[in-house]
């Protein structure tokens, strides 16, 4: 399988192949014009798919596209769909951390961080992905059929929030966020999955990385006597530190936990069991 192949291609009916052979001996100005109209033909499948038009396509095309497909002798990561995903992830966080204190206004801020670690992880993204029929459209290099459909079955989140972030750059923030709200505001109303102890989350998630046991310290302790406001800081090293407020030191550490678990995109704070 070459990258030509990987390509998006518009979808065909059945029999097409057949009805419409490939030509003899074609011109090669004709076969890039022919191409060019199958390109812009499924770059309008996806849009309507995902219910936005692009006024760069280019951003459009860059979002599908995995290093792996890129040219070697001209390969560079940022041709990829990476830079945009990383942009998206935080237009993302945005979005829904804005949806979150609208919808739930009496909601602490404990409770808001956990609703937002739940509906921006990578499975949720992958979820939406999957829903707006995104998995075939990925562009991959040269490799087996069996990698090449696990391959994109791994980077369908990474895509989702590629996606957002070429929105984000052609429309401006308010058509991501018309993207984001349609894609995600049944999933914020949806019952919240019990979460785990996010301290427990965040101590598995550093032993994982080698990192040590999570730090945690007092910042500031406000307010009367019978009524005080913890502010606590969790620190690892290499990462910056995550700040949580409570009425007790526990419940501060707890938010400062979800803080970071949400920053970081930790995996595996939903209680499946």
């Known amino acids: 399988m070459n990258d030509e192949a990987q390509d998006i291609q518009p979808p065909s009916s059945p029999g097409e192949a057949s009805s419409r052979p490939e030509p003899v001996n074609e011109p ?3 076969k890039r014009k022919r191409g060019k109209a199958g390109a812009k033909a499924a770059a309008a499948a996806i849009e309507a798919r995902i219910g936005y038009k692009f006024g760069d396509s280019g951003l459009l095309a860059t979002a599908f596209t995995h290093v792996s497909a890129l040219k070697p002798a001209t390969r560079h990561r940022a041709d990829s769909y990476q830079r945009l995903e990383f942009l998206g992830d935080h237009v993302l966080g945005l979005v829904v951390s804005d949806m979150l204190y609208r919808a739930y206004p009496r909601a ?7 609703r937002l670690a739940d509906l921006v992880r990578k499975e949720s ?7 707006l029929g995104l998995l075939d459209d990925i562009k ?11 391959l994109r079955k791994a980077v ?24 984001v709200e349609r894609n995600w505001t049944e999933r914020m109303r949806k019952p919240r999955r019990p979460l785990r102890d996010p301290k427990t989350v965040l101590q598995e998630w550093a032993q994982g990385k080698g990192l040590p046991t999570p730090v945690y310290r007092e910042v500031e302790r406000t307010g009367p006597h019978h ?9 690892l090293p290499g990462l910056a530190p995550a700040e949580g407020v409570g009425g007790s030191k526990r419940a501060a550490e707890k938010v ?12 595996g704070g939903s209680n499946d069991g």
């Open 28 to 30: 090669a100005a004709a």
């Open 108 to 114: 602490d801020e404990g409770e808001l961080s956990k």
């Open 125 to 131: 993204c992958s979820d939406v992905a999957k829903s």
């Open 140 to 150: 991959l290099g040269a490799v087996g059929a069996g990698a090449g459909a696990r």
């Open 156 to 179: 369908l989140g990474d895509i989702c929030e590629a996606v957002i972030g070429a929105i984000y750059l052609d429309g401006g923030y308010a058509a991501a966020v018309q993207f």
């Open 227 to 235: 009524d005080p406001q913890f502010r606590v800081a969790v620190d």
């Open 256 to 267: 400062a936990a979800s803080v970071m678990i949400a920053r970081e995109g930790v995996v």
